[in-house]
């Protein structure tokens, strides 16, 4: 054990004396495993870390994961409103929708990469809120539109408006939380995805027995959605915070026992400057462009269900209401599946097999919706699917994360290019799953197998690497950096 050179010390609030200078390193753990905690506590800073992990949860993670449960149910709103006469009221046929769901992909893109450097000048605190009102406002004039044209241009906002609220959440997320604690409450963030098809399944399908002269049921999506948004993102404004060392609801013992910690862990990264010269040199890494491949696909298998999931029943013989309160079995899979993922992680000894499992589970669930029109047999292969999808959106971006959080420039492009490529799988998916080919859908299902597997082959590549990589830190190792990759 190598003993740390901080001689920092706080009273706990039991009159306990906490030394910081005990922070100590664990170097290694078992042979093979990754899962380990880099840095080792005494009872009484075991006890304070629980303290200090329990108030940023009920605090930024809560309003993290509510405010991100409304982002996806705005982004998806428009599958929902396609279910119950979108297409119809606005004169759309052959792939217009699918235009629209591309031109909100191309907007989220636009300004992605961008936005973690804005959020590190401007503060978490502010940005974040400001994004959700913004999106809030254009989902509601969603509402409103008579024409296609009109629905291109605000799916083009909505993107836009939406870029930078994930990854800045994800950045944020790597400031507070040690390396240990970090991916199981990427997967609780995350966990808000299938929780919004869950719920958007029977919203949309209650807001479809609304009679009204003027409103139709599709625009009552939009505009409940958006004002809803709104309010909850103005309670932002209150309970964000930038990191650590700014936190107004953490005591001086606690901010200080977390940064002498994290800069035992080698991930101290939230009160760093962050330049563009130094994020273009972690862009320079193949390892972490590998591991995006990883994420891209489980994305993929995710936006399948959040998506084309309604579509996919519908096209099954079940009416629009049935068809939405159907879709909500594989998003509910998928939200059981992102609540073991912290088990499963631990089960498997490492982030890397456990993703692998589950995107082969996602694969075998699209092996089964290519090969059949029977109706229970698709049921169970968009179940396997939202399994497999979700499990691999809680496991992937805090991986990505905590393998790449040795510095912010590090975290920031991390956290960006989960992002970006998870984003980037809707764009694939607008262009695969043609209405000329329902109701098999076999382009975008062929498309989903291909794209599982590469991503199993991106795992494995990453794997090797990492155990590489780590080899040569451990001979370089010195007592104020024990940063390794976890596998």
């Known amino acids: ?153 605000m799916r083009l906002l909505l993107g836009m408006s939406e870029c930078g609220f994930t990854a800045g959440i994800l950045l944020i997320l790597s400031f507070f939380y040690p390396k240990r604690k970090l991916t199981t409450r990427v997967a609780l963030f995350y966990l ?75 991930t101290l990264g939230g009160s760093q400057k962050l330049s563009f010269g130094a ?51 594989p998003s509910a899979c998928g939200a059981v599946a992102m609540l073991l993922v912290g088990r499963m992680v631990r089960l498997c000894g490492c982030h890397w097999l456990a993703g692998v499992c589950a995107l082969a589970t996602a694969l075998a669930g699209s092996v089964v919706l290519v090969a059949t029109l029977s109706v229970p047999a698709r049921i169970i292969g968009l179940c396997l699917l939202g399994t497999g999808g979700f499990a691999g959106l809680g496991i992937f971006p805090g991986w990505n994360i905590t393998a790449n959080s040795r510095n912010v420039a590090m975290s920031t492009v991390a956290a960006g290019l989960t992002v970006f490529f998870g984003s980037s799988s809707s764009f694939v998916l607008s262009n695969v799953f043609l209405n000329s080919d329902a109701p098999r859908f076999v382009i975008g299902h062929t498309v989903n197998i291909g794209i599982m597997a590469l991503g199993i082959v991106s795992c494995v590549v990453t794997r090797i690497s990492m155990g590489r990589r780590n080899r040569k830190l451990r001979d370089l190792q010195f007592a104020g950096d024990m940063f390794q990759y976890e596998l």
């Open 279 to 329: 994020a273009l040199r972690v862009l320079r890494d193949w390892q972490l462009w590998a591991m995006m491949v990883a994420t891209f696909a489980a994305c993929e298998a995710c936006g399948s269900v959040a998506t084309f999931a309604p579509e996919v029943i519908n096209e099954l013989g079940f009416s629009p209401a049935q068809a939405q309160a159907m879709s909500a079995l």
């Open 1 to 153: 054990m190598i003993m740390a050179d901080s001689k920092d010390s706080a009273v706990g609030a039991q009159g306990s004396k906490v030394e910081y200078s005990e922070i100590s390193s664990v170097e290694g753990g078992a042979p093979g495993s990754s899962v380990v905690d880099s840095v080792e506590l005494s009872a009484a800073q075991d006890k304070l870390m629980k303290s200090y992990c329990w108030k940023v949860d009920r605090r930024i993670l809560l309003y993290s994961i509510a405010l991100c449960v409304l982002n996806q149910s705005d982004r998806g709103s428009i599958g929902v409103a396609k279910v119950v006469g979108l297409e119809e009221d606005l004169g759309m046929a052959n792939n217009d929708f699918n235009i629209a769901a591309s031109l909100f992909t191309v907007g989220y893109l636009s300004l992605e990469f961008f936005s973690n450097f804005v959020l590190k000048r401007v503060g978490a605190s502010v940005l974040l809120p400001t994004l959700g009102i913004l999106w809030g406002l254009v989902c509601m004039l969603q509402g409103v539109i008579t024409t296609k044209g009109q629905l291109y241009a």
């Open 192 to 266: 808000s995805s299938p929780l919004a098809n869950v719920l958007s399944g029977p919203l949309a399908s209650a807001l479809s027995q609304i009679r009204h002269p003027t409103v139709k049921r599709w625009q009552w999506v939009f505009l409940l959605e958006g004002a809803l948004t709104i309010a909850v993102s103005i309670a932002g404004y209150f309970v964000l915070q930038d990191h650590p060392e700014k936190c107004r609801f953490l005591t001086g013992e606690e901010r200080e026992f977390m940064r002498a910690y994290k800069q035992r862990e080698g």
